[in-house]
């Protein structure tokens, strides 16, 4: 049998497709106080500004394109039973062909009640009406988000996930958002764990064998692919 394969990415997943990243020296933290647009609180008093930024995001996420680290594991998931788990919002892991996406952090192409976060909705192009409301509960609609500050829903199932793992692949996460940074301590010691990021991310707290590819995704994750159906297929 095959072994499982849990692809665990980060803002470096679509950094080369030209997304802005949010930790990074020139990213849209440098920019904006998280307090001011990434808090729930923020959506009661700066309403406006809150659902300008992610219109923002949205509009930037439709004009890009999957890259080919993207690409690659949905490759990936042709030869090996692979999970994604991302913590980006962007949808392009589902526009390069990869399926049940667990989005730890929401997904910026859909809306939420503000009373019932349960009741999404997909929304059509980029820019959100501020005034729009549910049609089931009549609440303002909010960006289906994570804020800061907010649970994490799909943990559970993230940890799960990466508990049943055989292999786990690491991109373009700087390991420092928790919870979900915690994910890689939810792995069985003897699973090998490689990390594409040009960057060297803190591993050290990780008990297992780390491979590490310092580059890009795009230029990284495909390499690792085809050592990986080299290796194990």
């Known amino acids: 049998m095959r ?23 020139d990213g849209l933290w440098a920019n904006h106080r998280v307090e001011d647009i990434c808090t729930h609180e923020a959506l009661d008093w700066n309403r406006a500004e ?16 999957p890259n080919a680290g993207h690409r690659a594991i949905a490759r990936l998931a042709e030869v090996f039973p692979v999970d ?14 990869s399926t049940g996406v667990v989005h730890l952090h929401g997904e910026a192409r859909k809306l939420c009640s503000t009373l019932h ?7 059509e192009g980029w820019e959100q009406d501020p ?15 994570v804020f800061f500050g907010e649970q ?14 055989d292999i786990m692949v690491i991109v373009g996460t700087s390991l420092a958002v928790y919870p ?11 699973v090998p764990v490689y990390v594409v990021d040009p960057k060297q991310p803190p591993v050290s707290s990780i008990r297992n064998k780390v491979t590490h590819l310092a580059m890009g995704a795009a230029q990284g994750v ?12």
């Open 117 to 123: 976060p349960d009741l999404v909705y997909p929304i």
């Open 50 to 65: 809150v659902i300008k930024f992610y219109n923002e995001r949205r509009k930037e996420i439709i004009e890009a394109k």
């Open 3 to 25: 072994p499982r394969i849990v692809v665990f990415t980060g803002a470096g997943m679509s950094a080369d497709s030209g997304l802005s990243t949010f930790r990074d020296a």
């Open 152 to 165: 994490v829903p799909l943990l559970e199932t993230a940890i799960r996930i990466a508990s049943e793992a």
């Open 222 to 233: 495909p390499q690792l692919v085809e050592l990986l159906i080299r290796d194990f297929a």
């Open 131 to 145: 005034e729009a409301r549910s049609p089931e509960d009549g609440a303002l609609l909010r960006p289906f988000i």
């Open 84 to 97: 994604v788990v991302t913590q980006n919002i962007d949808d392009l892991h589902e526009r390069a062909g």
């Open 180 to 190: 979900a940074a915690s994910l890689i301590h939810y792995i069985r010691p003897d």
